[in-house]
């Protein structure tokens, strides 16, 4: 059987993007080389968010390092790395998946929308991921123009050192401007703010809307 675990990293005060990126690449290269694992795939912060935009983007840098294989025991190097956050067993779905037709370690095209996310205070599970997998989900993809949408339920951290999050979502564009120009992502012009209040009421009836946090992201596939 197959497990699928995402380590959370976050960047140092004073790093710049390109030494977060070289130490990403290459702690996901190490993985993929040295492990006996299946997939790996990075999603972190290359560059500095738009200056602005409709979209709350964290000026913080972070990543998400997914990793697929059999051994259900953490990949043990990678918690203790520097700017270590969490391990997680996930279950992963894809409503949307687009197809890979270039080599591994080469970046995926377009930008990726990484969000972490914990349930609406007085929400119990089962409501949790109804509300998230059977409103919000065909929502998204009915509003947004994504061509990957990979859907993460946090089913039990791997470490007790691992930040409290219940649900890790990447949601990737073909092109920047799909995702950075609010006519593009809300469905244009026409539609786009029915569509804006139509997604808040949606989130915000399921999560804890004040503690989410969304990143500018870029993603590559180390192992497919």
Not at 12 to 38: H, L
Not at 67 to 94: M, W
Not at 169 to 196: C, H, S, W, Y
Request: charged share 25%; glycine share 4%; hydrophobic share 40%.
């Amino acid at each position: 059987m197959m497990n699928k675990e995402i380590y959370l990293f976050r960047g140092t005060p004073g790093e710049s993007y390109a030494d977060f990126t070289n130490w990403m690449k290459n702690t996901a290269q190490s993985v993929a080389e040295t492990r006996d694992v299946d997939q790996v795939r990075l999603v972190w912060t290359a560059e500095a968010p738009p200056s602005w935009s409709i979209i709350p983007f964290r000026k913080q840098k972070a990543a998400t390092l997914s990793v697929v294989k059999e051994d259900e025991h953490p990949v043990a190097f990678l918690l203790s790395q520097s700017g270590f956050a969490g391990a997680y067993r996930v279950a992963e779905a894809l409503p949307v998946k687009y197809e890979k037709s270039w080599p591994d370690g080469e970046p995926t095209a377009g930008p990726c929308l990484l969000t972490l996310f914990n349930r609406k205070k007085g929400l119990d599970t089962a409501a949790f991921l109804n509300r998230w997998h059977n409103s919000h989900t065909p929502l998204s993809l009915k509003i947004h123009p994504l061509w990957n949408y990979n859907r993460n339920v946090v089913e039990h951290p791997l470490t007790k050192m691992s930040e409290p999050w219940e649900g890790i979502v990447e949601e990737q564009t073909r092109t920047d401007a799909d995702l950075l120009n609010p006519f593009r992502f809300f469905g244009g012009p026409a539609r786009i703010l029915k569509n804006m209040l139509a997604v808040y009421r949606d989130t915000n009836a399921f999560l804890d809307y004040k503690g989410i946090e969304t990143y500018f992201a870029r993603e590559i596939v180390i192992m497919s």
